[in-house]
């Protein structure tokens, strides 16, 4: 399966009432949002048509969450009409502001920034959102090179697992087999954890290295990584919408979830 048919069906899945893209390129993976949705790139380029209510941001990433109200654009109002015109969540506003409940990270594919991503997004997530990144899978080690020199590039983001892995035990990091390079797919993410934060200048000394890479085996050979099919007909995403729609704390609601997840993820991937 295709990334963007993996996204796609994660739509409905999640059943997402609203999006976050970074990395919009031409803006195929942001035409597949039917909700409200923001989308961030430097040098975006779209040519194709989006529909809906979308904030495209000219800028990069880094620089579109150091701003004051970086979601501002999905806030749900005081006022629920206002907001069913908009097509926001009634309620939002009186029960703990907006989060999001699908990203997708697709932006510069160098470790440090998709893990910059990642932290950024996860300040504006809760536990039930669904946070995917992509090109995490290479297939060989050109292709993980730091300095593109291959058509199709991930870049060395696939060290975004590893260190997710070490230092964020709390999540479930789910490699999914997408072609052409792999996503990830993160569930609990916790917009109170500064352990990525505390940690960033050790992880970036340890991790950002020069060229070749070394990819481990169980990445190259995606020995963990769920097939696309089963992660999507699993049954735990009714559970997963109804806890982030009925806001239920994590306490409640994360454990009882992450071993249905878990249950159906191969052995290995179950981290
Ligand atoms: C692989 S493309 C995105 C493809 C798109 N998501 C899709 O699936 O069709 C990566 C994009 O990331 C953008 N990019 C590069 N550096 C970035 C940054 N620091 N912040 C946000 N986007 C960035 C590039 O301009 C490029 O358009």
């Known amino acids: 399966m295709q990334r963007h048919e993996l996204l796609r069906a994660l739509h409905k899945a999640t059943a997402a009432r609203n999006y976050l893209e970074i990395g919009v390129n ?36 880094d620089e579109f969450f150091a701003g004051k109200r970086p979601l501002g654009h999905l806030e749900s109002a005081r006022n629920p009409l206002k907001n069913i015109r908009k097509g926001r969540p009634l309620f939002s506003h009186y029960v703990g502001g907006t989060a999001l409940d699908l990203a997708f990270i697709d932006g510069m594919h160098l470790f440090e920034y998709a893990l910059r991503d990642f932290m950024n997004v996860e300040k504006h997530s809760r536990w039930g959102s669904v946070i995917v990144l992509d090109d995490m899978l290479p297939r060989d080690v050109d292709e993980a090179a730091r300095d593109r020199h291959t058509q199709f590039w991930a870049g060395d983001v696939f060290k975004v697992i590893p260190v997710l892995r070490k230092y964020r035990p709390d999540l479930l990091v789910v490699p999914v087999d997408t072609e052409p390079t792999g996503v990830v797919v993160v569930f609990g993410a916790d917009p109170d954890s500064d ?77």
């Open 195 to 271: 352990v990525l934060k505390k940690h960033y200048d050790e992880i970036h000394a340890e991790w950002v290295v020069p060229d070749p890479q070394k990819v481990p085996e169980n990445i190259l050979g995606r020995a963990d990584a769920i097939s696309p099919e089963a992660l999507l007909g699993a049954s735990f995403w009714p559970e997963l919408v109804r806890a982030r729609n009925l806001r239920l704390p994590r306490a409640r609601g994360f454990g009882r979830l992450r071993s249905k997840i878990e249950a159906v993820l191969p052995t290995s991937a179950a981290v």
């Open 26 to 61: 031409d803006g195929r993976s942001l035409a597949l949002s039917k909700v409200p949705s923001i989308g961030i790139d430097p040098a975006f380029k779209v040519n194709v048509d989006l529909r809906g209510d979308i904030q495209l941001a000219r800028t990069t990433s």
